[in-house]
């Protein structure tokens, strides 16, 4: 099974590799940028959005006069960033994303730059197009072992900076054994702001919750910040102080969501998960709260750890009333407000933990979908009682495990 994967060092380069590093960093920001001006101005004028290959095309007329530092980094900046320009105008055309937005310098996930061509690795070394050799933190020899035998292939490098440390992530096409399906009840996962997750059996798991606990440091270098002269060292270094505590936060919830997600693939048969629109909760007042969460890259690693590990993961639609339908009769109750942690069924008197019912009931909907079953209420089984009020609706169920995406049609009808 080939997959796609990204091997993440932390560089330890010297001053000469950290000012090529910046050059080409910079260097990707300002073609971003300059393409997304172009764009734009497209756009305005009715005309159509360029291509990457287009603006790539202009862009090499224009340099020439305007941008002579240009022969100092590789040509795979601006070719890179114009791809990235490209892609996410699609995904702003699908509605997939926002519209793109001007780079800035002080943004973390701006600071990158792709490489694509000769990049080799050894034990303590990467070697880059235009930068050369740069040497790594930590041995690359389980990358090694893979491209030595044949099981891997480098497509790509991207180096970030996040405060005062550089990173490569190198990614990979790598072959790896075809996983054993395994086959058990599935498990419904439940996201919340209490508890990070809670499972239809019963586990709970809570956040770190690292944004959290860092706002009161964080408001304090964002203070020692405003005091500081811009262009002076020591606001340079009030940057540095506050860009750490940032990266520190990143760090902490980057390895929860690591750990987490590897445990449910590896120990869960059939995962099942709400689509949720995390997009549409940033515009909140949780949105502070959401983003600490960090619930979709919590999915999208869940997607492909799937993929690795056997497991199948199913994700209900976002239209699925997961916590209005009752998990015992199948009943579509009233919308909870958010201060309410108990559901009350008013048609057969169950009651539970708000967040246990959810994770149930989205326990019972991959159930249906696996089996096929439609007509039968998520909690008939256990009450006993199909009576009660019912909700159709029309779902896109993706199953990871097998590598389909389909779309079925879910009635949960329970007077059916």
């Not at 959290?212 to 002269?229: F, H, N, P, V």
């Not at 009576?387 to 159709?392: N, V």
Request: proline share 5%; hydrophobic share 40%; net charge positive.
């Amino acid at each position: 099974m080939l997959v796609t994967q990204a091997f993440r060092f932390e560089l330890d380069p010297n001053r000469a590799a950290r000012v090529a590093l910046a050059k080409h960093v910079g260097a990707a920001r300002f073609a971003y940028n300059w393409g997304l001006a172009r764009s734009l101005g497209a756009l305005e004028k009715g005309e159509r959005i360029p291509s990457a290959m287009e603006l790539h095309k202009e862009w090499n007329r224009w340099k020439r006069e305007n941008a002579p530092w240009w022969v100092e980094v590789s040509k795979c900046a601006p070719q890179e960033a114009f791809r990235d320009l490209e892609q996410a105008f699609r995904n702003w055309r699908r509605k997939l994303a926002r519209k793109p937005r001007f780079k800035r310098k002080k943004a973390p996930p701006d600071n990158t730059a792709r490489f694509r061509g000769s990049i080799r690795v050894t034990p303590r070394h990467v070697q880059l197009p235009r930068i050369g050799k740069i040497r790594v933190k930590e041995r690359t020899d389980k990358l090694l072992a893979l491209l030595s035998e044949g099981k891997a292939r480098i497509l790509s490098a991207t180096v970030a900076r996040e405060a005062d440390r550089w990173y490569v992530s190198l990614t990979c096409e790598v072959e790896r054994p075809d996983p054993l399906l395994r086959h058990g009840e599935p498990v419904g996962v439940d996201l919340g702001l209490a508890s990070f997750l809670v499972l239809s059996d019963g586990t709970r798991v809570d956040a770190p919750k690292p944004l959290r606990r860092a706002l009161r440091l964080l408001r304090r270098r964002s203070r020692q910040l405003s005091r500081k002269r811009k262009g002076s060292r020591n606001h340079a270094k009030a940057v540095l102080r506050l860009a750490r505590v940032h990266r520190r936060v990143r760090n902490i919830r980057r390895d929860f969501l690591h750990k987490l997600t590897t445990w449910l693939a590896k120990t869960k048969s059939v995962v099942v998960v709400e689509n949720l629109s995390v997009r549409r909760l940033m515009g909140g007042r949780l949105s502070r709260s959401v983003a600490d969460a960090g619930w979709g890259t919590f999915q999208q690693m869940l997607e492909y750890k799937a993929l690795w590990y056997g497991s199948q993961l199913v994700v209900a639609p976002l239209a699925f009333p997961s916590t209005r339908l009752c998990s015992c009769c199948g009943a579509l109750g009233p919308k909870l407000g958010l201060s309410e942690r108990r559901f009350r069924c008013q048609a057969c008197g169950f009651e539970a933990d708000r967040d246990l019912n959810a994770a149930q009931n989205l326990r019972a909907y991959g159930l249906a979908h696996l089996t096929g079953s439609t007509g039968s209420s998520p909690g008939s089984d256990a009450c006993g009682d199909p009576s009660g009020g019912g909700t159709a609706l029309l779902s896109r169920s993706t199953s990871y495990g097998s590598k389909k995406q389909e779309v079925a049609s879910r009635l949960w009808d329970p007077a059916g």
